[in-house]
């Protein structure tokens, strides 16, 4: 199993990106999908989760401005970030739980982190 991330890039404060986090190879479902970030010099944290069903949860520094969907036929999830600040800086990073095989258990995956920088 591999998450491919990618989208992302260099951009002025107020602008947008939209990210993207594709899962391939022996898949059998997806429960939650989710993307972090990573700022120079500090830790990993949270952006937002979304879970099979569509329902979505947000870090309060981002909410109103970032959307998190998904399209489950293509294993695919989505992060369309508006009105981006300088502190949105950083690696962004998407994880999915998947499970592999019908009566396996759920394991957690890395994509390989997007850099996605705004300038002021």
């Known amino acids: 199993v591999q998450l491919q991330a990618s989208g992302g890039g260099l951009v002025q404060a107020g602008g947008s990106l939209r990210l993207s986090c594709a899962a391939s190879g022996s898949i059998f479902s997806i429960n939650d999908m989710g993307w972090y970030r990573q700022a120079p010099g500090q830790q990993r944290e949270w952006v937002a989760t979304?879970?099979?069903?569509?329902?979505?949860n947000y870090a309060d520094s981002v909410k109103g401005r970032f959307t998190i969907s998904r399209d489950n036929g293509k294993n695919t999830a989505y992060l369309q970030m508006n009105s981006l600040k300088p502190e949105d800086t950083g690696v962004y990073y998407c994880?999915?739980?998947?499970?592999?095989?019908?009566?396996?258990?759920?394991?957690?995956?890395w994509g390989q982190g997007t850099l996605v920088t705004v300038s002021s």
């Open positions: 979304i879970n099979s069903s569509g329902s979505t």
């Open positions: 994880h999915a739980d998947i499970r592999v095989k019908l009566g396996y258990g759920l394991y957690g995956y």
